[in-house]
Nanobody, 119 residues
Framework: QVHIVESGGTLVQPGESMTLSCVGS????????MAWSRQSPGKACELVAG????????KYQDSVKDRFTISRDNAKNTVFLQMRSLKFEDTAVYYC????????????WGQGTQVTVSS
């Protein structure tokens, strides 16, 4: 059975940093492109960042470029999202998926992890 578990989300103040993790079981993540998506209440799911199987290629949504970094450790079957200079608008549930497309909620592979940026 395939499981993806996201973790690391918490409450932070604007300008702070946070790193999210995503671990897969029952699926070798090293064979697939991975991506983080997010969804805020009342807003559509959006693709935040993606990474190729080897990590050589990454892509970012314009609003997070230069602030977020996606990476992966295939030996640990884990994908990371380092987030810096967090803004109020980064508040969302973040999902990690083995596909380079926006998937959130019941369409996501995991339960997601809540990131809240608030003063």
């Amino acid at each position: 059975q395939v499981h993806i578990v996201e973790s690391g989300g918490t409450l932070v103040q604007p300008g702070e940093s946070m790193t999210l993790s995503c671990v897969g079981s029952g699926l070798d993540l090293s064979y697939v492109d991975m991506a983080w998506s997010r969804q805020s209440p009342g807003k559509a799911c959006e693709l935040v960042a993606g990474i190729s199987t080897t990590g050589d290629s990454t892509k970012y949504q314009d609003s997070v470029k230069d602030r977020f970094t996606i990476s992966r450790d295939n030996a640990k079957n884990t994908v990371f999202l380092q987030m810096r200079s967090l803004k109020f608008e980064d508040t969302a549930v973040y999902y990690c998926n083995p596909t380079f497309s926006a998937r959130c909620g019941t369409n996501g592979w995991g339960q997601g992890t809540q990131v809240t940026v608030s003063s």
